[in-house]
């Protein structure tokens, strides 16, 4: 960044009025006029008027954030400037707000405005009007250098080109050729890998949180890869980052049911390759934690961490940001399940100087007298073994089911899984045309869609007898996090109770539970 303030060539006066030559650089470039050529144009429609210098090296005209353009603007307000001069229109904003916003102060203190190369009269009504046309070009110009830009980025992005920044924990960079041009990727660091490997493990064990990893590796002496000690935010960033996954089906099928758009086909997500995740064009936030409209990518490099792993980790970080937003003061792990059975409102906690300490009441009620309650005291500690009592005889009825195999490594399931996403994504694509089909047209797709739904439900079947023992490998996680407890997080707690109650509704002393399971 360089700026310059000079006054040539004429001493002090208070009552002078000079004129302002201003000059903008966003970046050093050889094609560029410099800032230096321009005050030299703007010099020649002074006429040996007196003149201070502005000049701003290092800021883009996207917006007025410099130092000495908001001098100028402080010096016209002040009386001193009566004609500001720059060498093109560009140079002093790209912005047709700003540059509104700019001609109101120029006309409030009866100053004058000149581009040297493009000859403006803004005295007269037509100089106004093809100012102002000129600035909505070069807000187009500098609107359309941004998308090709971005259009480039990500052109590049969906080749699985490196795209720079910071080298994640867990691997080196290596050269590459990719398409035929050369480029980097990374490769796995084994000793980085394997305490990745730990995290994940241990994090997917609901009865670990990520505190207590962070005390685990920081006791250990591992250390992060700047040689600093762990921290909650850092393994939750990497938890979530999908960089290390064994990309499969059921990876492609999580960030689908997300709303992520997926570059790849489903066919190429065989376990092998880990996924780039990037902001996308559409989306609107840079945040991990939401996924809609993120652009998902298959990496080059190979991914380290089983999918079943993976993803059993990035659905506790959702099941973790959802109980932050319902329940934040952490009063009780039932907040956000339970209904009144009178008016449908949520029931909330309240704390009160009583043996109990906490209790539930309608949040209805005191809204006009819609709603009286549940009829009756729910105490928070009562309900809460109530309903631990009750999840215990709901898992009791349930046995685990053992196939001896883990159908997660079973390649028929996977083979099965992509054939059945591929059926829904051809539906759909027979679908999309149905609108402009005719008769024979609509003849064929009729039965296309036909012959993939009776494949479909085939595939359904033996997709169901495939995973027959994942429902009880599902069961007896749960049972064995309800066995502990005392011991689990809140969070964990509150995730439990999401797997197995839709809704717990009280009224008159009548509680009715609906399960998911």
Not at 389 to 407: H, M, P, T, V
Request: hydrophobic share 35%.
């Amino acid at each position: 960044m360089w700026a310059a303030y000079v006054i040539r060539p004429c001493q002090e006066d208070k009552e002078m009025m000079y004129d302002a030559l201003y000059g903008r650089q966003s970046i050093e470039k050889k094609d560029s006029i410099s800032v230096e050529s321009q005050l030299e144009y703007c010099k020649y429609e002074t006429h040996g008027d007196p003149y201070i210098e502005y000049a701003d090296r290092g800021f883009s005209g996207k917006n007025t954030n410099r130092p000495d353009f908001e001098k100028m603007m402080s010096d016209i307000k002040a009386g001193k400037i009566k004609r500001v001069i720059v060498y093109k229109l560009d140079r002093i904003s790209r912005s047709i707000l700003d540059f509104a916003n700019m001609m109101e102060v120029f006309q409030k203190y009866s100053v004058e405005f000149v581009s040297s190369t493009e000859k403006f009269d803004t005295s007269t009504p037509i100089g106004r009007a093809m100012l102002n046309i000129c600035i909505v070009f070069a807000q187009l110009e500098r609107e359309t250098i941004q998308k090709r830009v971005t259009d480039a980025y990500y052109a590049r992005c969906k080749h699985g080109f490196y795209m720079g920044g910071r080298i994640p924990y867990g691997f080196r960079l290596v050269d590459a050729v990719i398409d035929n041009i050369r480029t980097s990727m990374y490769e796995e660091v084994p000793e980085e890998s394997e305490q990745l490997k730990l995290i994940y493990s241990m994090y997917a064990d609901p009865s670990n949180s990520l505190g207590e990893i962070m005390r685990y590796l920081n006791n250990h002496g591992i250390k992060n890869l700047r040689g600093a000690n762990w921290s909650t935010a850092r393994l939750s960033e990497m938890l979530r980052n999908p960089i290390y996954v064994e990309a499969d089906i059921d990876v492609y099928n999580f960030y689908k049911s997300q709303g992520a758009n997926i570059f790849n086909p489903a066919s190429d997500f065989t376990g092998y390759n880990a996924c780039y995740l990037y902001k996308g064009t559409i989306s609107k936030t840079r945040k991990q934690c939401d996924l809609a409209d993120k652009e998902i990518v298959l990496a080059p490099h190979k991914g380290f961490i089983p999918s079943k792993t993976w993803i059993a980790c990035r659905v506790r970080c959702l099941n973790n940001r959802q109980s932050t937003k319902t329940c934040k003061a952490k009063n009780s792990w039932l907040v956000g399940k339970v209904k009144c059975g009178n008016c449908g409102y949520a029931l909330v906690v309240r704390k009160a100087k009583t043996k109990h300490g906490r209790y539930f009441v309608c949040s209805c009620v005191g809204n006009s007298g819609a709603c009286k309650g549940t009829g009756c005291t729910i105490y928070a500690d009562v309900l809460e073994e109530y309903m631990l009592n009750a999840i215990r005889d709901r898992l009791s009825e349930f046995k685990q089911i053992s196939s001896g195999k883990d159908a997660g490594a079973n390649p028929q399931l996977s083979k099965t899984k992509i054939r059945l996403t591929q059926i829904d994504e051809e539906i759909n694509d027979l679908l999309s045309k149905v609108v402009n089909a005719n008769s024979v047209l609509m003849k064929y797709i009729n039965d296309k869609i036909s012959e993939l739904d009776t494949e479909r439900q085939t595939l359904q079947e033996e997709l169901l007898s495939l995973t027959v023992s994942k429902a009880g490998d599902k069961i007896g996680q749960i049972t064995d996090h309800v066995e502990k407890w005392d011991k689990i997080t809140f969070e964990d707690k509150q995730t439990v109770v999401d797997t197995l109650i839709k809704v717990i509704k009280i009224a008159n002393g009548n509680i009715e539970i609906t399960w998911k399971i």
